[in-house]
């Protein structure tokens, strides 16, 4: 299937990240959600995370707001995932900085993502299945990485907050039935 691009306050939005996941046999995934809830920007992944550890799902959900996977235990908790969950795919949640035109978007798409990569920082790609919040605009000047930081730092709860609830929600329809 293609990759998906979904607004998040279109009101099937919801239903086109369920619709992506359906299309691969996730009956064996752990859900990986990135990010900290130290900045606000960097929050859609553990708030998804608590959002989804409260709806019962039949697969595991790592990374929420009192247990978040970040940039300090990601290479500890991939471990722990090959270990524990050795034939499980990771669908792996995560912010990101993008275009103005595409803050508000969540793309879902086959394949890793690579934590922190905006931000300056090198860490290793992680997922069989990613789902990324465009979360703000990223500069693209000489020192994009600390201004990249200084915007995932002063972006909009509220924002956050409702694209983590769409996608939470694609998560439950697509595993639900």
């Given at each position: 299937?293609?990759?998906?691009?979904?607004?998040?306050?279109?009101?099937?939005?919801?239903?086109?990240?369920?619709?992506?996941?359906?299309?691969?046999?996730?009956?064996?995934?752990?859900?990986?959600?990135?990010?900290?809830?130290?900045?606000i920007?960097?929050?859609?992944?553990?708030l998804?995370?608590?959002?989804?550890?409260?709806?019962?799902?039949?697969?595991?959900?790592?990374?929420?707001?009192?247990?978040?996977?970040?940039?300090?235990?990601?290479r500890?908790?991939?471990?722990?995932i090959?270990?524990?969950?050795?034939?499980?795919?990771i669908?792996?949640?995560?912010?990101?900085?993008?275009?103005?035109?595409?803050?508000?978007?969540?793309?879902?798409?086959?394949?890793?993502?690579q934590?922190?990569?905006?931000?300056?920082?090198?860490?290793?790609?992680?997922?069989?299945?990613?789902?990324?919040?465009?979360?703000?605009?990223?500069?693209?000047?000489?020192?994009?990485?600390?201004?990249?930081?200084?915007?995932?730092?002063?972006?909009?709860?509220?924002?956050?907050?409702?694209?983590?609830?769409?996608?939470?929600?694609?998560?439950?329809?697509?595993?639900?039935?």
């Amino acid at each position: 299937m293609e990759d998906i691009c979904a607004y998040y306050a279109d009101d099937r939005a919801h239903l086109k990240i369920s619709e992506f996941l359906k299309q691969y046999s996730c009956d064996k995934c752990v859900i990986l959600c990135i990010g900290t809830d130290r900045f606000i920007g960097d929050c859609l992944g553990p708030l998804t995370g608590t959002l989804l550890s409260k709806l019962s799902l039949p697969v595991p959900v790592l990374g929420t707001l009192e247990n978040p996977v970040h940039a300090v235990n990601l290479r500890r908790t991939i471990s722990h995932i090959k270990t524990s969950y050795r034939d499980h795919r990771i669908i792996a949640i995560d912010a990101c900085l993008g275009t103005s035109q595409s803050v508000g978007y969540i793309q879902v798409k086959e394949g890793s993502i690579q934590p922190g990569r905006g931000v300056g920082k090198r860490l290793t790609h992680v997922g069989d299945y990613s789902i990324v919040g465009v979360v703000d605009e990223a500069v693209g000047s000489d020192d994009y990485e600390y201004e990249n930081y200084l915007r995932i730092n002063n972006v909009r709860l509220g924002l956050v907050m409702k694209m983590s609830e769409t996608i939470a929600k694609g998560i439950y329809t697509a595993f639900r039935q």
